[in-house]
């Protein structure tokens, strides 16, 4: 009976039992933490404090000599982190500044895009060839600024051009119609970036507003105007190596412009797009 209780004891204490996670150091100081990912650079992991606050901290791998998950049990953990007081040895706390005033800073990113584009029809343009100038290939570009916390600010110009031709009877003679269109934005945008599985993964996204220059060529009249637009979209990046990667996603911009009572312009559209990204 004893026995039977001992033994019920036992899982009860193991079940309210966590893992935890080891970082060795290259002077051979030990943290105990949570592990959250790691990369050929650095490491990121969690604690507790001195001040029993979390704190997430990132530690450079060459300073890193050995690092475990599930090194050992602990039963004071809050989300699996232990409550447990790391006494920070001095080098450590000296490590640990040095890198957090590294990792601190933020850096630039440039983005080139090809896709394709769709347009929303204009409305009573009296253009026979307006229709086929809805879809066209779309080429973007972007430079983003990301703090330490990944909140980015940038700009952004696309560029959406297509140019057909038609053959129209009238009166028993054919013409050819010809009409090219050209619509140039510049965006001021603002996002954000999360980062999975050790990096090797990034989902931005990002609203924006801007100019856009609608240049409009035909047989039938030209049309020139500027207005604001806006934007929105979603990207995943996926890392080829160092600062480079490969990065897909759709965009959606806005905007319409009134002519007049009956004509109405518009240049918002849903572009699919490809690219690269790299860190600068």
Same mark, same amino acid.
Not at 45 to 65: G, P, Q
Not at 196 to 204: F, H, P, T, V
């Given at each position: ?7 019920? =004891? ?65 039963? *004071?953990?809050?989300?699996? =982190? ?25 850096? %630039? ?8 584009? =769709? ?20 080429? +973007? ?15 952004? %110009?696309?560029?959406?051009?297509? +140019? ?18 050209? =619509? ?66 759709? +965009?959606?911009? *806005? ?26």
């Amino acid at each position: 009976m004893r026995q039977g209780i001992f033994i019920i =004891i036992l899982i009860i204490k193991s079940s309210f039992t966590f893992c935890q996670d080891l970082i060795v150091t290259t002077k051979n100081d030990s943290i105990n933490c949570f592990i959250e990912y790691s990369t050929n650079k650095k490491i990121a992991f969690t604690i507790f404090n001195e001040k029993k606050e979390k704190e997430k901290i990132f530690l450079k791998m060459i300073d890193v000599n050995d690092f475990q998950y599930d090194f050992y049990k602990d039963s *004071t953990q809050e989300n699996g =982190i232990s409550k447990i007081n790391n006494t920070l040895t001095p080098s450590i706390k000296e490590l640990l500044i040095v890198n957090k005033n590294e990792f601190k800073s933020g850096r %630039f990113e440039l983005g080139l895009y090809a896709g394709y584009g =769709i347009r929303g029809k204009n409305s009573n343009t009296n253009s026979v060839l307006d229709s086929k100038l809805n879809t066209s290939t779309v080429f +973007s570009s972007d430079i983003m600024f990301y703090n330490s916390s990944n909140i980015g600010i940038g700009l952004s %110009f696309s560029n959406f051009q297509k +140019s057909v031709s038609q053959d129209v009877v009238i009166n028993n003679v054919t013409k050819t119609k010809n009409a090219t269109i050209q =619509i140039n934005q510049i965006l001021l945008l603002f996002g954000h970036k999360y980062e999975l599985k050790d990096a090797q993964y990034i989902i931005r996204w990002h609203i924006g507003v801007g100019v856009s220059l609608y240049d409009q060529k035909s047989t039938e009249g030209d049309i020139n105007q500027t207005f604001i637009s806006l934007t929105d979209g979603v990207f995943v990046d996926k890392k080829l190596f160092n600062k480079l990667y490969i990065s897909v996603g759709i +965009s959606h911009k *806005t905007g319409s412009k009134y002519l007049d009572q009956y004509k109405s312009l518009k240049i918002g559209s849903v572009q699919f797009l490809g690219g690269l990204r790299m860190g600068i």
